[in-house]
């Protein structure tokens, strides 16, 4: 018998730090797997406004996984990925998704972080279910991480110990970001569809489609860095829009959201007298508008260190534009889920082996989106399906070898885990079946 198959099972007590979508996952995910969870978040859960977040299909396989039915989301099923002209509104490019679930399973759906964060919230907390509920602590701050006694302190002067740290959020582990400002970004703000049929601007706005307009260098001189990103979410009755801009036209220099309602004389400066005047009515009529203050990170040195791992933004900070921000936190915590359960016992009994093979599985992958990311940032014809689509317009040719929705939904991470176990078996057990000879 291999030691693999003789060490038992060990359940692990976990604390996530950071209770966003990435957390709720990483517990959730790990409740499944069959430990025992303690999620950390610095404030209560009210202050989320949000706006629309993309699932694809490599993300709602490992929700599937973990027993959520997207549907209680209040998903929009997205149809297309269409690119407009900034001025005109006119079509540049359809990526059409109409035989999407076809190929790959499941609907690509366009989610409310809001809805998203409460189904997450609920099934791992939930008394029914597999698994032994999460226990959440709001209003708590991480302040440090005693990487040698996996001891978490928080701001409050309580502390507590851990088999497994996951920093979804808020711990240094010794990283040393590489970040610098990005020449682009973004406001977000909602539409109600009942104040859209109310003023009947109607023309774009029902489409169950993501619309771009602008992000390539434009007529007049005007800057790649206008584009918008408009999708509706929440069965349809909230159109979200991202409305990007190079950053010398905001005065908000704190990464990340700002919980702070933005007039909307923000968002209408520079070239946004030139938009497509369908799309500027709208802008007009939103409201929850939000900066967000935009950096682009260099991929980090290292996830792990010891017992303590990174996950979603903390370990993968990406600009907005491949839509997989959300979907990458959620495959970080579908991989600790899959290398942490019953099928790989010896990981449980070695926790510091296990989260070498977590970054060993995610680190590359996370980074090519995250590289792609950045570049899309240049050209919106580096966005995922966009990549393979034909344009006229030269300046919106992909690079070599940029991601495609083949790569990403191809992709099965049972699969991966299970080749690179099988490799670390047998180099494990290789001099004791010499041993035997
Ligand atoms: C309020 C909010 C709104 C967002 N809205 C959008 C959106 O509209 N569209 C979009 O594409 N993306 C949005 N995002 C980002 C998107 O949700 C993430 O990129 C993605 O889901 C990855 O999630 P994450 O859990 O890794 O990070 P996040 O979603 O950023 O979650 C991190 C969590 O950690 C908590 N935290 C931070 N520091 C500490 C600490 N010291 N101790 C304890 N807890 C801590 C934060 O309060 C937060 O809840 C939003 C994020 C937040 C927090």
Same mark, same amino acid.
């Given at each position: @018998?291999?030691?693999? /198959?003789?060490?038992?099972?060990?359940? &692990?007590?976990? =604390?996530?730090?950071?209770? $966003? %979508? *990435?957390?709720?996952?990483?517990?959730?995910?790990?409740?499944?797997?069959?430990?025992?969870?303690?999620?950390?978040?610095?404030?209560?859960?009210?202050?989320?406004?949000?706006?629309?977040?993309?699932?694809a299909a490599n993300?709602?396989v490992?929700?599937?996984?973990?027993?959520?039915?997207?549907?209680?989301?209040?998903?929009?099923?997205?149809?297309?990925?269409?690119?407009?002209?900034?001025?005109?509104?006119?079509?540049?490019?359809?990526?059409?998704?109409?035989?999407?679930?076809?190929e790959w399973g499941?609907?690509?759906? @366009?989610?409310?972080? /809001?809805?998203?964060?409460?189904?997450? &919230?609920?099934? =791992?907390?939930?008394?029914? $279910? %597999? *698994?032994?509920?999460?226990?959440?602590?709001?209003?708590?701050?991480?302040?440090?991480?005693?990487?040698?006694?996996?001891?978490?302190?928080?701001?409050?002067?309580?502390?507590?110990?851990?088999?497994?740290?996951?920093?979804?959020?808020?711990?240094?582990?010794?990283?040393?970001?590489?970040?610098?400002?990005?020449?682009?970004?973004?406001?977000?703000?909602?539409?109600?569809?009942?104040?859209?049929?109310?003023?009947?601007?109607?023309?774009?706005?029902?489409?169950?489609?993501?619309?771009?307009?602008?992000?390539?260098?434009?007529?007049?001189?005007?800057?790649?860095?206008?584009?918008?990103?408009?999708?509706?979410?929440?069965?349809?009755?909230?159109?979200?829009?991202?409305?990007?801009?190079?950053?010398?036209?905001?005065?908000?220099?704190?990464?990340?959201?700002?919980?702070?309602?933005?007039?909307?004389?923000?968002?209408?400066?520079?070239?946004?007298?030139?938009?497509?005047?369908?799309?500027?009515?709208?802008?007009?009529?939103?409201?929850?508008?939000?900066?967000?203050?935009?950096?682009?990170?260099?991929?980090?040195?290292?996830?792990?260190?010891?017992?303590?791992?990174?996950?979603?933004?903390?370990?993968?900070?990406?600009?907005?534009?491949?839509?997989?921000?959300?979907?990458?936190?959620?495959?970080?915590?579908?991989?600790?889920?899959?290398?942490?359960?019953?099928?790989?016992?010896?990981?449980?009994?070695?926790?510091?082996?296990?989260?070498?093979?977590?970054?060993?599985?995610?680190?590359?992958r996370?980074?090519?989106?995250?590289?792609?990311?950045?570049?899309?940032?240049?050209?919106?014809?580096?966005?995922?399906?966009?990549?393979?689509?034909?344009?006229?317009?030269?300046?919106?040719?992909?690079?070599?070898?940029?991601l495609t929705v083949r790569e990403m939904n191809e992709y099965n991470m049972?699969q991966h885990?299970?080749?690179?176990?099988?490799?670390?078996?047998?180099?494990?057990?290789?001099?004791?079946?010499?041993?035997?000879?």
């Open positions: @018998m291999s030691t693999s /198959q003789a060490s038992g099972f060990k359940q &692990l007590h976990v =604390a996530v730090i950071g209770g $966003g %979508i *990435g957390g709720l996952a990483a517990a959730l995910s790990m409740r499944r797997a069959g430990h025992r969870v303690d999620i950390f978040e610095r404030r209560g859960f009210d202050v989320e406004v949000g706006a629309s977040i993309s699932c993300g709602s490992h929700l599937e996984d973990w027993g959520i039915d997207v549907k209680s989301m209040s998903p929009v099923a997205l149809m297309k990925l269409t690119m407009r002209d900034w001025e005109t509104g006119q079509i540049q490019g359809v990526y059409d998704l109409s035989d999407y679930e076809r499941r609907v690509y759906y @366009m989610l409310h972080r /809001q809805d998203m964060h409460k189904v997450l &919230l609920d099934a =791992a907390t939930a008394e029914d $279910g %597999i *698994g032994i509920p999460c226990q959440v602590h709001n209003n708590s701050p991480c302040d440090t991480v005693d990487l040698e006694t996996n001891t978490v302190k928080f701001l409050n002067g309580t502390s507590i110990q851990a088999d497994l740290i996951v920093g979804a959020d808020g711990i240094r582990i010794g990283v040393k970001p590489d970040i610098k400002t990005s020449p682009q970004t973004c406001y977000r703000c909602n539409v109600l569809t009942e104040d859209i049929k109310r003023l009947g601007l109607v023309k774009h706005s029902y489409e169950p489609a993501i619309q771009f307009w602008g992000g390539s260098e434009g007529k007049n001189g005007r800057s790649k860095y206008y584009k918008i990103v408009m999708a509706p979410c929440s069965n349809g009755e909230v159109v979200s829009f991202y409305c990007f801009m190079p950053t010398e036209l905001t005065n908000h220099r704190e990464e990340g959201f700002t919980f702070k309602e933005a007039p909307v004389s923000d968002i209408l400066q520079g070239r946004y007298s030139d938009l497509d005047p369908e799309c500027l009515a709208l802008l007009k009529n939103s409201r929850e508008r939000m900066p967000w203050r935009l950096y682009v990170h260099q991929a980090y040195t290292h996830w792990i260190n010891k017992r303590t791992c990174l996950l979603g933004d903390a370990a993968h900070p990406m600009m907005p534009h491949q839509s997989q921000g959300a979907v990458q936190a959620i495959e970080d915590a579908g991989a600790l889920g899959i290398i942490f359960s019953a099928k790989y016992p010896e990981f449980t009994r070695d926790v510091e082996a296990g989260l070498r093979l977590y970054q060993a599985i995610r680190k590359p996370a980074t090519r989106v995250q590289e792609a990311s950045a570049r899309a940032t240049e050209n919106v014809g580096e966005r995922i399906g966009f990549t393979s689509i034909q344009v006229e317009d030269e300046s919106l040719r992909p690079s070599e070898g940029s049972h885990v299970a080749a690179e176990v099988a490799k670390i078996r047998k180099a494990r057990d290789a001099p004791q079946e010499m041993a035997h000879l």
